[in-house]
T-cell receptor
Framework: AQSVTQLGSHVSVSEGALVLLRCNYSSSVPPYLFWYVQYPNQGLQLLLKYTTGATLVKGINGFEAEFKKSETSFHLTKPSAHMSDAAEYFCAVSQNTGGFKTIFGAGTRLFVKA | SQTIHQWPATLVQPVGSPLSLECTVEGTSNPNLYWYRQAAGRGLQLLFYSVGIGQISSEVPQNLSASRPQDRQFILSSKKLLLSDSGFYLC?????????????FGPGTRLTVL
């Protein structure tokens, strides 16, 4: 069975500082990995995804994530936080059976201080 | 382009009353459809998914039900709401038959049961 663990339910950074949100996955098959962002009272939207190929994936709003198979990790980073980055972030892995469900982590809420 | 609609946006219902939430997708055919619930401060809980008309899979036993009367229409229902049904309900779609594609989420319905 596949699963996702996000380390830290809350992360706080200062504006302009590095953002690092951690995600580890468990999968018996090569995973398809995703990061989604959710702003208050809105649906989720895709930040980036890894399927195959280059392990460093670039997404929207300056975010990127690196797939590290040896560490079973897919951490999300952004070099310089902006106030508008304050939101909840979900790491996810996609199943290849059973309705192709997506397994989501518990989420990490990012706070950005001025 | 594809769009996903949910309505109503907000709903306040008394305990014991019925519920019907609707989700429609435009611009795609034969999507996989999903209903999620987010309780306050918690992650995403998958409630139901559907891979085709009339095909519903339930993830969590509860007093909710789902139906898919048309290819791009997904309905979440209850005969009698409980206080614990309060939450933010999200509908999502995904291209059918693939695990490497992302999910696209609707704007959500905020349900408060009093």
């Amino acid at each position: 069975a596949q699963s996702v663990t996000q380390l830290g339910s809350h992360v706080s950074v200062s504006e302009g500082a590095l953002v690092l949100l951690r995600c580890n996955y468990s999968s018996s098959v090569p995973p398809y990995l995703f990061w989604y962002v959710q702003y208050p009272n809105q649906g989720l939207q895709l930040l980036l995804k890894y399927t195959t190929g280059a392990t460093l994936v670039k997404g929207i709003n300056g975010f990127e994530a690196e797939f590290k198979k040896s560490e079973t990790s897919f951490h999300l980073t952004k070099p310089s936080a902006h106030m508008s980055d304050a939101a909840e972030y979900f790491c996810a892995v996609s199943q290849n059976t059973g309705g192709f469900k997506t397994i989501f982590g518990a989420g990490t809420r990012l706070f950005v201080k001025a | 382009s594809q769009t996903i609609h949910q309505w109503p946006a907000t709903l306040v219902q008394p305990v014991g009353s019925p519920l019907s939430l609707e989700c429609t997708v435009e611009g795609t055919s034969n999507p996989n459809l999903y209903w999620y619930r987010q309780a306050a401060g918690r992650g995403l809980q998958l409630l139901f998914y559907s891979v085709g008309i009339g095909q519903i899979s339930s993830e969590v036993p509860q007093n909710l039900s789902a139906s898919r009367p048309q290819d791009r229409q997904f309905i979440l229902s209850s005969k009698k709401l409980l206080l614990s049904d309060s939450g933010f309900y999200l509908c999502a779609w995904k291209t059918g038959g693939s695990s490497y594609n992302e999910q696209f989420f609707g704007p959500g319905t905020r349900l408060t049961v009093l």
